[in-house]
């Protein structure tokens, strides 16, 4: 919702449905990234996994909260370390639930030489630090605490 030169989205549903789509953009990308540089494959094919909206949009209840607490008192590299502990954990609880519930996750990091049970990969902590902190103004633009971008 557009209003006085802002762009708000009041709700909690609206939200987790805008970083559900967030998340998703962001796998495109990364997966596509990630393995030119691995494989060289010039066609930058990505994926994700309709259950990954789910699992990004999660960022409303859960990252929300932890940003406004950590606001104005914590330095960014705390509070990327923060999220990044909180975004892994996440990861992981998610992945182990999907893993229960359908016999496998939507991610499988055994490939790696370091991994936990083939859900989390601590090498990717400076990662999800670091988005953690490009979330930061993402949710005051959700939640009019930011005008948009100049």
Do not use: N
């Not at 970083?19 to 990308?29: F, H, K, N, Q």
């Not at 540089?37 to 990505?46: M, Y």
């Not at 370091?114 to 953690?132: E, N, S």
């Amino acid at each position: 919702m557009e209003s006085a030169g802002r762009f708000v989205v009041p709700t909690k549903r609206g939200r987790f449905v805008a970083y559900g789509l967030t998340g998703w953009c962001a796998e495109v990308l990364f997966t596509g990234i990630h393995d030119f540089i691995r494989t060289h494959d010039t066609r930058l094919a990505s994926r994700s996994s309709l259950w990954m909206f789910g699992v990004y949009g999660l960022m409303q209840p859960m990252f929300e909260p932890l940003h406004d607490s950590m606001r104005g008192r914590v330095p960014a590299p705390v509070r990327g370390a923060v999220y990044a502990v909180g975004f892994m954990t996440t990861e992981y609880a998610t992945g182990w639930l999907l893993r229960k519930a359908l016999g496998h996750a939507p991610w499988d990091y055994t490939y790696s030489r370091r991994h936990l049970h083939g859900l989390v990969r601590p090498d990717y902590f400076p990662m999800w630090a670091a988005a953690g902190l490009a979330m930061e103004p993402l949710h005051d633009l959700l939640t009019g605490r930011a005008g948009p971008p100049a």
